[in-house]
């Protein structure tokens, strides 16, 4: 049985949103209801005590959005102070006493004397309505203007890492909604810093009127003297408008710090710290400065040169443990470098060892893969890998990044299995700007050709950027453009990266949960070789492996029938229907294909042959040239209307075709009518016809 303390909290904790609910109505009966002494010394011991927690935990914040709550916050305690002005000026004008905290507030600050109170208290209300609540608010209400005016540069930016693969829709939703977010809150903070500014005029106007009313009552009322209805009315006047301005200033602060600060990754109080500590020569020329200051006569001498010293102090203490931390690290350098050229026994089984995939950089590009100088393509490749198991379906092992001297600067190679298959060129501190509409011809940079697509583009400096995405063009960096190409060019090369070892990790994965699959078809009904030439085969086509469970229940009953890879492949495909089909399905749900004339396919099925690479239809060369032109024209023709070349034809014929236009057109994709999956309506938008 739980304790009922626990009980307690739980329900206090599941119905928060009526006790908040519960508490602002309460503010608005504190209004209406007269309140004893004692209840109101509670709530403006209350009023203050919330007023240094608020401003604590701005100090503690370290973007502004860990404290969105404030704009509606500093409503809720402006209307709690003005509900306490109100209840304390009943008290006062009524009984001439309003309680302990109060009365001590006025005569602790008066010092028995009403007119310095008075003065007081106007400097305080001043500092707050002329420094601290004007300066947030302007400050507030800039930030909200540059947020808005930067909200379409910083969407983009999340609509390129999100084509690219750095991030998931997910996140892509999640940092669009915070952005928006910081938005509304800089808004809001603009005009919740006028709530404060009236907070204070309001507090000006309830103390004159209160040492007003309160002459006028205890003359004409209590009969009292004026002199002693002044002091007496004055000093509560007083007291009840400190009590109220203390909490109202240290929430004016807590506005300023939370919008003046900008995005850190520590709190204010160690932001302070660390940055005044950061250059620690310079107190030595402040104990210069104040030991001169002392040494004239006319100045306390002892103060300054006592600041002198301490100043000194503190910067020589400072000096000497940044040495001894420069000297820490020296040493540890030189104990890397005598680590690296420790020299050990050779072993030349390491020249054997050819990394799967590789990227050789010249040296413009290494600051890309420094994190201290900014660089993020270190946590993008992770990324990448990361895309092609979600979308591929493989297992790309870590992607070693050398420097090689011998490329030209700006140079990048990829590289498979130690062989160059790509390659481009960036350029640091500058932008990539391309056209989506392949228009535009007079952007002002650097001509080039982006290397994934080979799309006209220009280098532009980074002071372009943001006008060149307002234009709608679009603007990405050099580390997105190389993982881009990476990206396309793992999905083209996929099936050279997976290898016997990638597909045996792949079957281990999947037999954890399913290990029946996996155990009645390696090694009874096929061999692990004949698994992964099956794969290659469907990521050839760029057809996802990610369906492993189905791929291996088609094999294993594909399996008993014929075992030849291509028999295997095709009837593999046919279960991937589904998969197959949406990969080419346009924005109106249909699959727009192209045929093949019934005398073609016919002349291409008599002409089928059984060769080393598979079967292969032998054709005359003139004939094989003409079916190529017509097939590339017709693609051509679909392209431009924004659509994926897609040929449709009998299930017979579809891998030998493809094998004849794979090497001239590698863009067109074969489908089979067993591909077709069911409820997916076929528009023809063509016939390849050879006369």
């Known amino acids: 049985m739980p304790a009922p303390g626990t009980t307690l909290r739980s329900q206090l904790k599941h119905n928060t949103d009526l006790l908040i609910a519960g508490l602002i109505v309460g503010i608005v009966l504190m209004i209406i209801i007269p309140m004893p002494p004692r209840a109101l010394d509670v709530l403006l011991s209350i009023s203050i005590t919330l007023g240094l927690v608020i401003l604590l935990i701005t100090m503690f914040t370290t973007e502004p959005l860990q404290f969105s709550i404030f704009p509606a916050l500093l409503l809720v305690t402006t209307l ?7 209840s304390s000026t ?16 006025g005569h602790f600050v008066a010092g028995g004397n009403y007119v310095v109170g008075f003065i007081v208290f106007i400097i305080i209300t001043v ?14 209400e800039v930030a909200a203007r540059f947020t808005l005016d930067a909200m379409p540069g910083k969407q983009m930016s999340i609509d390129a ?10 996140e892509a939703r999640e940092r669009r909604r915070r952005l928006q977010r910081e938005a509304d809150f800089y808004g809001a903070m ?31 009322q209590m009969g009292m003297p004026v002199s002693e209805a002044l002091r007496t009315f004055t000093v509560l006047t007083i007291g009840d408008g400190l009590v109220t301005q203390v909490p109202s200033v240290l929430i004016s602060t807590a506005a300023g710090i939370l919008v003046t600060r900008a995005t850190s990754d520590a709190s204010f109080g160690t932001d302070i710290s660390r940055q005044f500590t950061g250059f620690p020569r310079i107190l030595y020329l402040v104990a210069g400065i104040l030991f001169v200051l002392g040494c004239i006569p006319a100045m306390p001498n002892v103060l300054f040169l006592l600041l002198s010293g301490i100043s000194f102090v503190a910067g020589r203490t400072l000096v000497q443990e940044k040495q001894r931390e420069e000297a820490r690290r020296q040493e540890a350098r030189a104990r890397q470098q005598v680590q690296e050229t420790r020299r050990e026994p050779e072993n030349v089984t390491t020249y054997f060892q050819v990394d799967p995939l590789q990227i050789e950089i010249g040296y413009n590009l290494i600051p890309l893969t420094d994190e201290s100088q900014g660089g ?3 946590h993008r490749l992770a990324a990448v890998r990361r895309q092609c198991a979600i979308e591929m379906g ?11 001297l011998q490329l030209s600067p700006n140079a990048y190679v990829f590289k498979i299995r130690g062989e160059q298959t790509a390659s481009g060129e960036l350029m640091p501190g500058y932008y990539l700007v391309m056209d989506p509409t392949g228009q535009a011809t007079d952007i002002p940079g650097i001509p080039t050709t982006e290397p994934t697509f080979g799309l006209p583009a220009w280098w532009v400096p980074a002071g372009e950027k943001e006008k060149l995405e307002l234009a709608g063009l679009t603007v990405v960096d050099p580390s997105t453009v190389m993982v881009t190409h990476l990206t396309e060019f793992i999905k083209a090369h996929a099936h050279e990266l997976l290898g016997r070892q990638e597909v045996k990790e792949l079957l281990e994965a999947i037999k954890e949960k399913d290990p029946a699959v996996v155990e009645e078809l390696v090694p009874d009904l096929l061999t692990l070789g004949e698994v992964q030439k099956v794969l290659q085969n469907l990521l050839r086509e760029r057809v996802p492996i990610r369906d492993l469970v189905t791929i291996c229940e088609a094999l294993a009953d594909g399996a008993r029938l014929n075992r030849d890879s291509d028999f295997l492949t095709e009837h593999v495909r046919s279960r991937l229907s589904r998969t197959i089909s949406r990969l080419y399905l346009t924005p109106e749900n249909k699959l727009a294909v192209l045929t093949l004339h ?9 002409s089928i042959q059984q060769t080393q690479i598979g079967a292969y239809p032998v054709l005359e060369p003139g004939l094989a040239r003409k079916i190529l032109e017509r097939l590339q024209e017709q693609a051509e023709k679909i392209s431009l209307k924004g659509l994926t070349p897609v040929v449709l034809c009998s299930p017979r014929i579809r891998l030998p075709f493809r094998r004849l236009i794979e090497r001239s057109l590698p863009a067109v994709a074969v489908l089979s009518l067993n591909e077709i999956a069911p409820g997916i309506e076929v528009e023809v938008v063509g016939t390849v016809i050879v006369e």
């Open 190 to 220: 603009d005009g919740a810093s006028k709530f404060v500014r009236g907070d204070a005029i309001a507090g000006i106007i309830i103390t004159l009127i209160n040492i007003l009313g309160g002459i006028a009552i205890g003359t004409l």
């Open 394 to 404: 493989i297992y790309v092992r870590p992607i070693r990044i050398r420097d090689n």
């Open 161 to 170: 890492d999100f084509n690219s693969g750095l991030i998931t829709e997910a």
């Open 90 to 105: 009943r008290l006062i004008l009524g009984q001439g006493y309003a309680g302990n905290v109060i009365d001590a507030f």
């Open 127 to 140: 500092i707050q309505f002329v420094v601290i609540t004007s300066g947030a608010g302007r400050v507030a």
């Open 376 to 378: 993020d393509l270190l």
């Open 598 to 606: 019934p005398r073609m396919e016919q002349t291409i099925t008599d």
């Open 80 to 86: 709690y102070r003005l509900a306490l002005n109100i």
